[in-house]
């Protein structure tokens, strides 16, 4: 009698147990300050694009062609595939031995479907590619530190400006006037040595080249500007996170010259991750889980949030799921694309229309 007392009590603690963890995954989290509207927008999976490594990222996008970069390629790693993912192609660069990507001070991106550009800080050069012929334009531009850089127009690239100054890090928004070697347009961030790394953040461009946003990583803000660096709009997210990070000095040695570096003694939290443009939208994919968000739903997925690009008002919010467990790495919309790269692959979901 008295096993099958302890039989049953323990079938019960077994039962109790498994029904918490279940409610645990299911329950609606209501403890961060906003809500969202999220809508299905019956995403419709399409063609998936296998890499050979998992050291792939976006490198850019044109009107037909996708370009990726991989990082353990000895030199630059330049790939395309069309819009059908249909293959994965290697572009020849024959760029110099130091502009291999193993050097942080390398940017590239996309001006259009045949050129593309390369920025080498270390070298204070910018060479314009095309992609078909191989044919190039070289150009000498200041020894400064860019980075985040985007194109605005013939003869201007936007980016990054990094400089320490006084044992602290001050970042600012330029615009580089690369025919003429010099920086024409500045837009100043926060400058207190505390915020240097709430400023951290992501720049994209509008297709039209007309706004460029600048996303925070840490806090719930972004800007809205035009292609002179005056700013149309501050943006808010939807959630309520202001940045608190702690900064520590260290000296580190670069080429044998001793430097202050600053590093994040205890990492702040992730608010916003990745984001993009396309017909005045802002698609923004957040970190934060909002109140009554389902949590099991949320971990399952991506949380894209839609902002109206011309004033920085919400739209709404919806979900790109997980590949096969991987994560998100970059995503962008176009037409009535979204292509998602995960760690090993790029996906492409197709969607009947986008919301207004």
Same mark, same amino acid.
């Given at each position: 009698?008295?096993?099958?007392?302890?039989?049953?009590?323990?079938?019960?603690?077994?039962?109790?147990?498994?029904?918490?963890?279940?409610?645990?995954?299911?329950?609606?989290?209501?403890?961060?300050?906003?809500?969202?509207?999220?809508?299905?927008?019956?995403?419709?999976?399409?063609?998936?694009?296998?890499?050979?490594?998992?050291?792939?990222?976006?490198?850019?996008?044109?009107?037909?062609?996708?370009?990726?970069?991989?990082?353990?390629?000895?030199?630059?790693?330049?790939?395309?595939?069309?819009?059908?993912?249909?293959?994965?192609?290697?572009?020849?660069?024959?760029?110099?031995?130091?502009?291999?990507?193993?050097?942080?001070?390398?940017?590239?991106?996309?001006?259009?479907?045949?050129?593309?550009?390369?920025?080498?800080?270390? %070298?204070?050069?910018?060479?314009?590619?095309?992609?078909?012929?191989?044919?190039?334009?070289?150009?000498?531009?200041?020894?400064?530190?860019?980075?985040?850089?985007?194109?605005?127009?013939?003869?201007?690239?936007?980016?990054?400006?990094?400089?320490?100054?006084?044992?602290?890090?001050?970042?600012?928004?330029?615009?580089?006037?690369?025919?003429?070697?010099?920086?024409?347009?500045?837009?100043?961030?926060?400058?207190?040595?505390?915020?240097?790394?709430?400023?951290?953040?992501?720049?994209?461009?509008?297709?039209?080249?007309?706004?460029?946003?600048?996303?925070?990583?840490?806090?719930?803000?972004?800007?809205?500007?035009?292609?002179?660096?005056?700013?149309?709009?501050?943006?808010?997210?939807?959630?309520?996170?202001?940045?608190?990070?702690?900064?520590?000095?260290?000296?580190?040695?670069?080429?044998?010259?001793?430097?202050?570096?600053?590093?994040?003694?205890?990492?702040?939290?992730?608010?916003? %991750?990745?984001?993009?443009?396309?017909?005045?939208?802002?698609?923004?994919?957040?970190?934060?889980?909002?109140?009554?968000?389902?949590?099991?739903?949320?971990?399952?997925?991506?949380?894209?949030?839609?902002?109206?690009?011309?004033?920085?008002?919400?739209?709404?919010?919806?979900?790109?799921?997980?590949?096969?467990?991987?994560?998100?790495?970059?995503?962008?919309?176009?037409?009535?694309?979204?292509?998602?790269?995960?760690?090993?692959?790029?996906?492409?979901?197709?969607?009947?229309?986008?919301?207004?």
């Amino acid at each position: 009698m008295k096993k099958s007392l302890l039989f049953i009590t323990g079938i019960f603690l077994i039962c109790g147990v498994f029904l918490f963890v279940y409610s645990l995954n299911n329950r609606s989290h209501g403890q961060n300050g906003f809500t969202r509207d999220i809508r299905d927008l019956q995403l419709k999976m399409g063609p998936v694009l296998a890499f050979p490594t998992s050291k792939f990222h976006l490198a850019g996008i044109s009107e037909t062609q996708v370009y990726l970069q991989n990082l353990n390629h000895p030199q630059f790693g330049l790939f395309s595939t069309d819009y059908a993912l249909s293959a994965l192609n290697e572009i020849a660069l024959h760029l110099p031995g130091d502009f291999s990507v193993k050097h942080r001070k390398i940017n590239m991106g996309v001006i259009n479907d045949t050129t593309i550009y390369v920025l080498s800080s270390q %070298r204070a050069e910018l060479i314009l590619i095309n992609t078909g012929t191989g044919q190039r334009q070289e150009f000498k531009i200041p020894g400064i530190y860019f980075d985040r850089t985007a194109f605005v127009a013939k003869g201007q690239m936007m980016g990054r400006y990094v400089q320490i100054i006084k044992d602290a890090m001050k970042i600012d928004l330029v615009r580089l006037n690369y025919e003429k070697a010099g920086i024409d347009r500045t837009y100043t961030l926060k400058r207190e040595p505390e915020e240097v790394f709430s400023n951290d953040g992501r720049l994209e461009r509008d297709p039209d080249g007309s706004r460029f946003f600048y996303t925070y990583y840490y806090r719930g803000e972004f800007l809205c500007l035009d292609s002179n660096l005056s700013l149309l709009y501050k943006g808010k997210t939807i959630d309520t996170t202001t940045a608190s990070i702690q900064l520590s000095k260290s000296m580190a040695s670069t080429n044998g010259k001793n430097e202050i570096a600053l590093t994040q003694s205890k990492p702040p939290k992730t608010v916003n %991750r990745y984001s993009c443009v396309f017909q005045n939208r802002f698609y923004l994919c957040s970190a934060k889980i909002a109140d009554y968000e389902n949590m099991q739903q949320f971990n399952a997925n991506h949380v894209i949030d839609v902002y109206a690009a011309d004033n920085g008002t919400y739209r709404y919010s919806f979900y790109i799921p997980k590949y096969r467990g991987e994560k998100m790495r970059d995503f962008s919309v176009r037409k009535d694309c979204i292509f998602v790269l995960y760690r090993n692959c790029m996906v492409k979901y197709r969607l009947d229309s986008l919301p207004a």
